[in-house]
């Protein structure tokens, strides 16, 4: 069994997936961090020498295919655009035949502000303290984010709001969701 976690920058796909994968059993991957080792070059890197941001993404999903093919279960933290195209369609193509479950987390804009990093060039991590207008400004982009990319997560499987959630009780949150869609993936002994 795959479970695909998708959402925007910074909701915490990686935490929660990293957390779940833990919890249940499961191998974890980040695809972000996936594309970076498949590469040897960070994110940036790899978009610079993309002429578009589409030629990206298909240089990217090459990496999501590779890990839709391991025949273990696996939790993988996606990108943004998880749920486009090219992500997409090969989501589509192994969804046929594979048992492939797809959790968009959300949250409210303020907490992803919370949770927002950056990184330079070479995806070193940059300490950063936004001012109040950054941060108004950084508020109005994660906006536009959930707006953006809003229709292609009505394409998952489920929705999970992480609104006010202690992220230690997030991983219990998710396997409640899937034992209510008749999908238990562990014993009940084992969950938190």
Do not use: W
Not at 14 to 19: D, E, F, H, Q, S
Not at 98 to 105: D, R, T, W
Not at 153 to 162: A, E, F
Not at 171 to 185: C, F, G, Y
């Amino acid at each position: 069994m795959i479970i695909y976690l998708v959402g925007i920058g910074c909701v915490g796909k990686t935490t929660i997936g990293r957390m779940l994968a833990d919890n249940i059993g499961f191998s974890f991957y980040d695809l972000d961090h996936e594309v970076q080792n498949y590469y040897n070059k960070s994110i940036e890197r790899i978009q610079d020498e993309c002429l578009t941001m589409r030629h990206f993404l298909q240089k990217a999903s090459k990496v999501l295919d590779f890990l839709f093919k391991k025949t273990d279960n696996l939790v993988i933290a996606g990108t943004p655009s998880s749920m486009q195209y090219p992500y997409l369609d090969i989501y589509k193509k192994y969804k046929k035949g594979k048992e492939i479950l797809s959790i968009c987390i959300t949250d409210k804009p303020e907490n992803i502000l919370k949770r927002l990093t950056f990184y330079d060039i070479d995806s070193n991590l940059l300490e950063t303290d936004l001012t109040e207008k950054e941060k108004e400004k950084y508020i109005n982009i994660i906006i536009g984010d959930i707006d953006y990319f809003n229709k292609s997560y009505s394409k998952v499987d489920i929705q999970l709001s992480i609104e006010n959630v202690p992220i230690h009780h997030i991983p219990n949150l998710i396997t409640k969701a899937l034992d209510k869609i008749d999908i238990n993936i562990l014993p009940a002994a084992n969950l938190l």
